[in-house]
C-alpha cells in the first residue's frame, strides 16, 4: 500500500510539473515573461508548490527556452541580432526544402492537415490568445520541416534552431496570421516558386527585440 501511495504521489507531482510546464512556456510565448523566472510568484500564481515549478524550469532549459545562472536563477534566455541572422540562413534552407518536399509529395491528408492549421490560427488570432497561437506556429514549422524526411535537418532544426526565434524575436501577429493564409494556400495549389519566396520572406519578417 506505502508503495502503491509513493507512486499515486510521483504520478500526481508529474503532472503538477507537467501542466507549470505547459503554463510557464505560454507565457514565455506570449512574452509575458521577461528576463528573471521568479519562482515564489509563478508558484503563487499556479498555486503550487516550487518543487514542480523548478522541475518544469530544468526542463524549459533542457529546451533552450531559459537559462540557468548559479546563485542567480533561471532566465529567459536571449540571442542577439547575429545569432539571429546566422540562423535565418539555415531555418530558410531547411523550411525551402520542406515546402519543396511537401509540395512534391503533397496528399489529401496532408491538405487536411494544412487547412486544420490555418482553422487553428485563426481561432487563437480571433482570440488574441497569443501564448497558444506561438505554440501552434512552433508546432506548425516542425511539421514543414519533417517533410524534408531528414533525421539530421529535423533533429538539428527542432533541438537547436527554432526556439531562439520565440525566446528572442517575434513577428507580429497580423503580419504572422497573413502570410501563414498565403503560404498555405501557395502549398496547397503547388506552387513551388511562390511558396519558397513566401517562406523566405515570413522568416526574414521576424523583429529582434
Do not use: C, W
Not at 41 to 48: S, T, W
Not at 128 to 155: V, W
Request: hydrophobic share 35%.
Amino acid at each position: 500500500m506505502e508503495d502503491n501511495n509513493f507512486k499515486i504521489k510521483e504520478i500526481e507531482k508529474s503532472s503538477i510539473a507537467h501542466r507549470a510546464y505547459r503554463s510557464i512556456k505560454k507565457l514565455i510565448l506570449s512574452k509575458k515573461i521577461k528576463g528573471k523566472i521568479n519562482q515564489e510568484k509563478i508558484a503563487d500564481l499556479f498555486g503550487i508548490s516550487r518543487t514542480p515549478v523548478v522541475i518544469a524550469l530544468n526542463q524549459l532549459t533542457s529546451e533552450g527556452y531559459l537559462t540557468q545562472i548559479p546563485y542567480k536563477g533561471f532566465f529567459v534566455k536571449k540571442y542577439n541580432r547575429e545569432e539571429l541572422e546566422d540562423l535565418n540562413e539555415i531555418r530558410i534552407m531547411y523550411e525551402k526544402l520542406g515546402v519543396e518536399k511537401l509540395i512534391n509529395n503533397i496528399t489529401d491528408e496532408k491538405v487536411k492537415v494544412l487547412k486544420n492549421f490555418l482553422i487553428e490560427f485563426k481561432d487563437y488570432y480571433e482570440k488574441e490568445d497569443i501564448g497558444n497561437y506561438r505554440n501552434l506556429d512552433i508546432s506548425f514549422h516542425k511539421y514543414i520541416i519533417k517533410q524534408a524526411d531528414n533525421h539530421y535537418i529535423i533533429s538539428q532544426y527542432l533541438e537547436g534552431i527554432i526556439v531562439p526565434y520565440l525566446t528572442s524575436g517575434i513577428i507580429p501577429i497580423e503580419d504572422s496570421i497573413k502570410q501563414h493564409i498565403k503560404l498555405v494556400e501557395k502549398i496547397i495549389s503547388k506552387d513551388l516558386e511562390e511558396s519558397k519566396k513566401v517562406i523566405e520572406q515570413h522568416i526574414e519578417s521576424l523583429l529582434i527585440e
